[in-house]
């Protein structure tokens, strides 16, 4: 069983609608990280969070450190939004630092 | 534009072969990280460097290695290159090395490389 996983893989929305990824992960973490990665390839970093909750403009991200879940929501989702999204955790293993990733939700929004 | 470069940003080669991809970190980076994407793997954590020490292995072949050098610039080796080794490989930066100081991680544009 994977370390982290996510949910939905495959997701297909329409312009505007309220969009909600999930992640669950089955280890002790120092911090959970999302990311996103488009057709083109690069990968750029959304989030990084312990604790609570961040937003950044149409982007929100949760996490419960005690149900060892997260999830990112996107309002007023846009055919820009077309991404792979992919939650990535930060192990406890002794001042390293290298990240385990989900295999990522392919969202694809549909004008 | 992430501040972390890499190339050579697409690389063919043949089986058998020895590869050097290289990584400049963000300015005033002291980590770096190297991982790798394909297509049944996923992204998979390599290695990473903290001011040219080596820091954490995760999944990185022995064919594999890498080095930061003085100025904090980095090279991953690929020896013996496999059909296998196919893939995208991302460097990425932060400030600190440590679980305990959460900051976060920039990626570079990737290298892709085909083993033909």
């Known amino acids: 069983k994977n370390e982290v996983e996510q949910s939905p893989q495959n997701l297909t929305a329409q312009e505007g609608e309220f969009i909600t990824i999930n992640c669950s992960y089955s280890?002790?973490?120092?911090?959970l990280h999302w990311l996103q990665q488009h057709p083109g390839g690069g990968i750029v970093s959304l989030f990084m969070l312990s604790s609570g909750k961040k937003k950044h403009g149409r982007l929100i991200a949760t996490i419960n450190i005690q149900e060892k879940h997260s999830s990112l929501h996107i309002t007023a989702s846009h055919p820009r939004d077309s991404a792979v999204y992919i939650c990535?955790?930060?192990?406890?293993?002794?001042?390293?630092?290298?990240?385990?990733f989900g295999k990522g939700t392919h969202l694809i929004i549909q004008p | 534009d992430s501040g972390v470069t890499q190339t050579p940003k697409h690389l063919i080669t043949a089986t058998g072969q020895r590869v050097t991809l290289r990584c400049s970190p963000r300015?005033?980076?002291?980590?770096v990280y190297w991982y790798q994407q394909s297509l049944d793997q996923g992204l998979q954590f390599l290695i990473q460097y903290y001011n040219g020490e080596e820091r954490a292995k995760g999944n990185i072949l022995e064919r594999f290695s890498a080095q930061q050098f003085p100025d904090l610039h980095s090279e991953l080796n690929l020896s013996s290159l496999e059909l296998g080794d196919s893939a995208l490989y991302f460097c990425a930066s932060s400030v600190s090395g440590t679980s305990g100081s959460l900051k976060t991680q920039y990626f570079g544009p990737g290298t892709r490389l085909l083993v033909l």
């Open positions: 990535a955790v930060r192990k406890w293993v002794g001042g390293a630092d290298g990240l385990t």
């Open positions: 280890v002790g973490i120092s911090a």
């Open positions: 300015s005033g980076d002291l980590s």
